[in-house]
């Protein structure tokens, strides 16, 4: 992790508790794999940069929107605003506070690997 992502892990106190909740979200979604799992058709049945206000249709797995949609039902569920939880998943699992959108990056490193970085993280900080 960057020093920025340090910075926004070690600034919420409960960041463990919702990167575990969030890594049982994603475990128990239709995410796509890891490399080298096979991701089926996922990378042809979604274009990213994924469009929010574009729906993308039968897609074989979790879309970035449905990922992110996934995430803000947690916020909700947790009592925290969808912005306090974003930051340290995105610090975890980009290891960085910048990038790409969030959900196209859970999307494209896969269900697998985003788990084990969020677990990880949850258990050391």
């Given amino acids: 992790l960057d020093k920025d992502a340090e910075k926004k892990l070690a600034k919420e106190a409960d960041a463990p508790e919702w990167l575990a909740a969030f890594a049982d979200v994603l475990e128990r979604s239709n995410a796509p794999s890891s490399y080298p799992h096979d991701r089926g058709d996922a990378d042809t049945a979604v274009v990213?940069?994924?469009?929010?206000?574009?729906?993308?249709?039968?897609?074989?797995?979790?879309?970035?929107?449905?990922?992110?949609?996934?995430?803000?039902d947690l916020?909700?569920?947790?009592?925290?605003?969808?912005?306090?939880?974003?930051?340290?998943?995105?610090?975890?699992?980009?290891?960085?506070?910048?990038?790409?959108?969030?959900?196209?990056?859970?999307?494209?490193?896969?269900?697998?690997?985003?788990?084990?970085?969020?677990?990880?993280?949850a258990a050391r900080i």
């Fill in 48 to 72: 990213l940069p994924s469009d929010p206000e574009k729906s993308v249709a039968s897609a074989p797995c979790a879309t970035p929107a449905e990922l992110e949609q996934a995430c803000r």
């Fill in 75 to 121: 916020a909700d569920q947790l009592g925290i605003k969808f912005g306090q939880i974003v930051h340290p998943i995105r610090a975890v699992v980009s290891g960085t506070t910048k990038g790409a959108g969030l959900f196209d990056l859970v999307f494209l490193v896969g269900k697998e690997r985003c788990v084990e970085r969020l677990r990880r993280a």
